[in-house]
């Protein structure tokens, strides 16, 4: 069974960065498109920021200028750098991974993000 296992999330100011990691136990990860959702109470998981094979990536508008999306193949890992972190980007933070036209119903643990103004 495919395992998600996210981590590097914590508690930072407003204007603070932080840089969350994901290592998935999925063979073939290089071919994968892989993201990143943020879940808030009361609100559905919503994807912030995805990267495919050929490290194109896509961004929420929200995300879009703060945060950036990378990978790295080798140790089957997606990490997410966000900075200028605001209170709005509190949440849970999963990622998942896409092979095909649909994402996966798997899901890791997530890692929390608190914003505090």
């Known amino acids: 069974q495919v395992q998600l296992v996210e981590s590097g999330g914590g508690l930072v100011q407003a204007g603070g960065s932080l840089r969350l990691s994901c290592v998935v136990s999925?063979?073939?990860?290089?071919?994968?498109?892989m993201g990143w959702y943020r879940q808030t109470p009361g609100k559905q998981r919503e994807l912030v920021a995805s990267i495919n094979s050929g490290n194109k990536r896509n961004y929420a508008d929200s995300a879009k200028g703060r945060f950036t999306i990378s990978r790295d193949d080798a140790k089957r890992t997606v990490y997410l750098q966000m900075n200028s972190l605001k209170p709005e980007d509190t949440g849970v933070y999963y990622c998942?991974?896409?092979?095909?036209?649909?994402?996966?119903?798997?899901w890791g643990q997530g890692t929390q993000v608190t914003v505090s103004s």
């Open positions: 998942n991974y896409r092979y095909g036209s649909a994402w996966a119903n798997t």
């Open positions: 999925r063979s073939h990860f290089s071919v994968l498109t």
